[in-house]
């Protein structure tokens, strides 16, 4: 129903070139003639004052002299005066440009204020551009080339996206020789208007793309990079090489998680939270290039190797198996099949090494035979080039082996140079990717496996949660507050555990002790055998110091052991504020391992969480992950699972496991802190001790830091965290509770439910049509949503001893970003009661807390009780015009 922003920037039905000219030198001169030469269909007119005519055509002094239909302004021309171009653009309601002209940020202080003040421009214009500073754009089925390249980009179904105008040169100088295609090649500049995410968004929906790759040397707009990249990575394989992996981290002085984390760790961990795959160099994104191009699909990671020289063979299974891929073995008749028509010398397993001697009958019989194999999820064909061997015929004979319409992926590999360079064209121009290195090949295939691993991940969805109490958000805030009033930016051991038991964390009791007798007096309260720590806020790490003794057995200990501390702590930091120390009991957890939990803020995607094998030693020994809050169950275990201490947790020798489920939930409840509370920019629990019983926190550290007055409540996190504030509570007719509050990925088996007792009927009102049960990929669409691009809400009631879900209403957020269309569907047994409406006022409730000022929605003619509640509801309704079977509901917010 509404265009998507940039439609017109991608596929517009005229063209005006600013800067075009005669100059053989001019980027206005070059693109104008490339778009000339590409054979674009629509108008492409020159615009320049200083021209009466360029190459033949009349060339107009400004756009509102122009009398075609135009959609698209590429720009090149002196920087200054583009603020003014953008201007006349919203005048003549042209809503797109490309500004190919540098002079902006990447110039200095004065570059920069004239960038605000395009920025500025082109949103009172209603502009939409790509730039400045940029090579621009090709759409090749369109043939748009608004570039100044000098090579023209083939047709395809590959959508590259970069931030580098060199890399975007030189993939298209390399694409014809390879035969690759493209979509579109995209390139971003500084985007300073549209950026990542608007690209994304628009090419998750296009049909001409089946492939993405993104060139990234910074995010500037995390939340939006992230949400436009999970929605393209469930559909189409996106692969991304980031530059910079080895670039300083931000600075970490506080607390063990700061100097861990790195942002490069970080990256990884937003890509892996999307969907997307990570190319580490620029051959491997080139070789994800040659095999997406050919448009194919594994489903998994099982590789079939096809080899006449068994050191290839297992050059490219080593390679494999650094992957994670799996050289699985063939089926009994695979090998029945080749007995018969290769020499019985041949290898009986994978990789298939047909010798040296192999033909090109043999080469052909043995590619059928493994892509025919069920054990089999692609197969790599190489060739060394031999005496016996011919290159050309045996890459005829692969051609000719693979099925037209087949699945699997077929990858080659002749290696060598002049003697196999006509079995590579062969290869090339019929679709098959070839790899001058079995390394490259097997590096293509492992981008499909981990696409379908990433798809099949995106399936596995939480058990249902636990109801729990909520955390104390009003003390834990309180306490903050208290010490952002005081100038302190750090926590004491005393406040820290205080936020984690809001948060519902297991704590050791701690008592502050300003003098040996206190420090008795507390030691007595907690029982002994105690722990002391020194108390200061300018000592962040107590151990540097010798400010921990543990194992404090009496009376007389306690008192020895304030002396030393305090006095070590005043000779080793004389600077330091010594308040006293900390008296606790000794963590009496059995069998435990020592773990860490911590969080750190990354400049560009927010607060991390990150989990490793804990103790003093932490920094040593560098055993740690990282992922992206809000965590769920799932996430948490796989969190967990990439460690290696995570082996301890289970039960070895004659030790018990740990109570895994107690970890998970620690990393679930700072995960929910570090959302909640934005003034936490550092914190770690080291060590937290894991055992058969449980988890214990017995040392905190929480940084803090007083967050932006513009921020929202969320504004801090670069993934939106379960919007609590949106729970309400009402009673229905009956005196039935009736909870409406957002969905969350553990309703997965709640939603499939309450969509299997739904009636045929209401599940055609609701779907548009027949269908009987929620697929995995439904299921998890509706319940793993993006908070800030959608909402759904889900009606509970309480049914022998927990809550079922009898209705839920979702909106969706239009591409204007002002408006959203919405579903809405209840029970049919509780039809009547009110819940319906008590849904969409929440509903609307949330859509105007999301800044939207209008809803939508579609409702089947036949649906009268839905009309007649939207009517009461104050919804403007008419037929559609497309299908007069449905009605077009609308009303403002």
Not at 85 to 110: Q, Y
Request: aromatic share 4%.
């Amino acid at each position: 129903m509404f265009k998507r922003p940039l439609e017109t920037l991608f596929n517009p039905r005229g063209i005006a070139v600013f800067g075009a000219s005669e100059s053989a030198t001019s980027v206005g001169s070059k693109v104008h003639a490339n778009l000339l030469a590409g054979g674009f269909e629509g108008p492409v007119v020159p615009v320049n004052p200083k021209y009466e005519s360029v190459r033949g055509q009349v060339c107009y002094k400004s756009i509102a002299d122009v009398p075609d239909r135009i959609d698209l302004a590429v720009i090149a021309t002196p920087a200054a005066v583009i603020p003014d171009i953008l201007r006349d653009l919203g005048a003549a309601g042209i809503g797109a440009a490309i500004v190919l002209s540098a002079g902006f940020r990447e110039v200095g202080e004065e570059g920069r204020k004239l960038e605000a003040k395009l920025k500025e421009a082109a949103r009172k214009a209603g502009v939409r551009f790509l730039g400045p500073n940029c090579v621009g754009l090709v759409r090749p089925w369109l043939g748009m080339n608004a570039t100044f390249l000098n090579s023209d980009a083939p047709e395809g179904r590959l959508a590259v996206v970069s931030q580098s105008g060199a890399l975007c040169s030189a993939i298209v100088d390399w694409a014809g020789p390879h035969h690759l295609g493209f979509s579109a090649i995209v390139s971003l500049g500084n985007s300073a208007n549209a950026d990542f995410g608007d690209v994304l968004h628009f090419l998750s929906t296009d049909p001409k793309t089946e492939a993405i790759l993104l060139y990234v040397e910074g995010i500037n707009n995390a939340p939006g990079f992230l949400s436009a990249l999970r929605i393209a990575a469930r559909s189409k394989p996106v692969i991304v090489l980031k530059s910079g992996r080895h670039a300083a981290s931000s600075k970490a002085a506080n607390t063990h998680t700061g100097a861990l984390i790195g942002s490069d760790a970080v990256f990884d961990a937003a890509l892996s939270r999307s969907g997307a795959v990570r190319a580490t160099t620029f051959g491997q994104l080139f070789a994800a290039a040659e095999i997406l191009s050919a448009g194919k699909r594994a489903g998994g990671n099982r590789l079939g190797i096809v080899t006449n020289g068994g050191g290839a063979g297992v050059l490219a299974a080593d390679r494999a198996g650094d992957l994670g891929l799996e050289v699985a073995p063939i089926t009994e008749k695979t090998v029945k099949a080749l007995d018969k028509v290769l020499s019985p010398y041949w290898s009986h397993g994978n990789p298939v090494d047909i010798l040296g001697d192999a033909s090109a009958e043999a080469y052909g019989v043995a590619l059928k035979a493994s892509l025919d194999d069920p054990n089999l999820d692609g197969v790599l064909v190489m060739l060394t080039p031999q005496a016996m061997t011919e290159a050309s015929a045996a890459a005829r004979a692969v051609v000719d082996a693979v099925p037209k319409r087949g699945k699997k992926p077929v990858l080659a590999c002749w290696m060598g140079e002049s003697s196999v360079a006509e079995g590579r064209r062969i290869l090339s121009e019929n679709g098959i990717p070839d790899f001058i290195t079995p390394e490259r090949a097997v590096e293509a295939f492992s981008y499909l496996a981990q696409h379908h691993r990433h798809q099949r991940l995106a399936l596995e969805v939480p058990e249902p949660l636990t109801e729990v109490a909520d955390p104390d958000l009003m003390g834990a805030r309180m306490i903050i507050d208290t010490a952002l009033r005081d100038g302190r930016h750090m926590l004491n051991d005393i406040e820290s555990k205080a936020i984690l038991r809001a948060f519902r964390v297991p704590t050791n009791m701690t008592i502050e002790a300003d003098s040996a007798g206190d420090a008795l007096v507390a030691a007595e309260t907690v029982g002994f055998p105690v722990a002391m720590k020194i108390l200061s806020p300018d000592i962040p790490h107590k151990s540097d110091v010798g400010g921990v003794m543990l194992n404090l057995m009496n009376a007389a200990d306690v008192m020895a052991a304030w002396r030393q501390i305090t006095e070590r702590a005043k000779a080793l930091r004389p600077e330091a504020r010594i308040e006293g120390v900390t008296i606790e009991r000794m963590a009496q957890v059995d069998d435990a391992r020592e773990l860490v939990v911590g969080a750190s803020r990354d400049p560009v995607f927010g607060p991390v969480i990150m989990f490793g094998a804990g103790g003093t030693m932490v920094e040593i020994l560098r055993d740690n992950a990282v992922a992206l809050p809000p965590l769920n169950a799932v996430l948490a275990n796989r969190l967990i699972d990439r460690t290696r201490v995570s082996r301890l947790l289970d039960a070895f020798r004659d030790r018990h496991a740990v109570k895994r489920e107690a970890v998970v939930d620690v990393l679930m409840r700072v995960s929910d802190m570090v959302c909640e509370l934005p003034e936490i920019v550092e914190l770690d629990l080291n060590p937290l001790f894991a055992g058969p019983d449980g988890v214990l926190s017995v040392d905190a550290r929480i940084v803090i830091k007083r967050p932006p007055s513009k921020d929202g409540p969320y504004d801090h996190m670069a993934i939106h965290p379960y919007p609590r504030h949106l729970v309400k509570e009402a009673h229905l007719s009956d005196g039935q509770i009736l909870t409406i509050r957002p969905i969350r990925p553990e309703d997965a088996e709640a939603e499939r439910n309450f969509v299997r007792d739904l009636s045929p009927q209401a599940k055609r009102f609701r779907f548009m049509g027949t269908i009987n049960e929620l697929s995995a990929e439904m299921l998890a669409r509706f319940t793993q949503i993006d908070y800030r691009t959608e909402m759904a809400l889900v009606a509970l009631v309480g049914e022998e001893g927990h809550q079922k879900q009898v209705g839920v209403a979702r909106y969706a957020i239009n591409p204007d970003r002002r408006s959203c269309e919405f579903a809405v569907v209840v029970n049919d047994k509780l039809q009547h009661q009110g819940i319906g409406t008590r849904l969409m006022k929440a509903l609307m409730d949330a859509a105007r807390d999301h800044g939207l000022v209008s809803i939508e929605g579609t409702v089947l003619r036949e649906n009268s009780q839905m009309l007649h509640l939207m009517e009461e509801l104050g919804f403007h309704s008419e037929r559609s015009t497309e299908d007069r079977e449905i009605v077009v509901v609308q009303r403002e917010l």
